[in-house]
């Protein structure tokens, strides 16, 4: 497993942004699929982005395509998300994780949760309207 570290959250306005950092250790970062999830209260946990190991092959949930963009830099074993035009209902503990099986591109797999095997602790997210 990596151990994942997650920085960035806090209390933004409507229509504010916010950048998330996920520091990954324990393993080769740059051979592994990494995602982000949120889960909001009450809710279940739900994907928000992946991108493959060498972020060539990115996916985005309908919800937040066009506002959120996620990058990596395997340099710096850290992986981002970057969050634009952001909407009460963005409001949720965020997550980021890390696949197990390296170098993973395919949508279906990047998006399944129960794929990845190695989570961080999260940070809070507030969209205050």
């Known amino acids: 497993q990596v151990q994942l570290a997650e920085s960035g959250g806090g209390l933004v306005q409507a229509g504010g942004s916010l950048r998330l950092s996920c520091a990954a250790s324990?393993?080769?970062?740059?051979?592994?699929?990494m995602g982000w999830f949120r889960q909001a209260p009450g809710k279940e946990r739900e994907f928000v982005a992946a991108i493959s190991w060498d972020g060539g092959s990115i996916y985005y949930a309908d919800s937040v395509k066009g506002r959120f963009t996620i990058s990596r830099d395997n340099a710096k074993n850290t992986v981002y998300l970057q969050m634009n035009s952001l909407k009460p209902e963005d409001t949720a503990f965020y997550y980021c994780?890390?696949?197990?099986?390296?170098?993973?591109?395919?949508?279906?797999?990047?998006?399944?949760?129960?794929?990845?095997?190695?989570w961080g602790q999260g940070t809070q997210v507030t969209v205050s309207s």
């Open positions: 324990g393993r080769t970062f740059s051979r592994y699929p």
């Open positions: 994780a890390a696949q197990y099986s390296p170098f993973t591109t395919a949508e279906s797999l990047l998006r399944a949760n129960n794929l990845y095997d190695s």
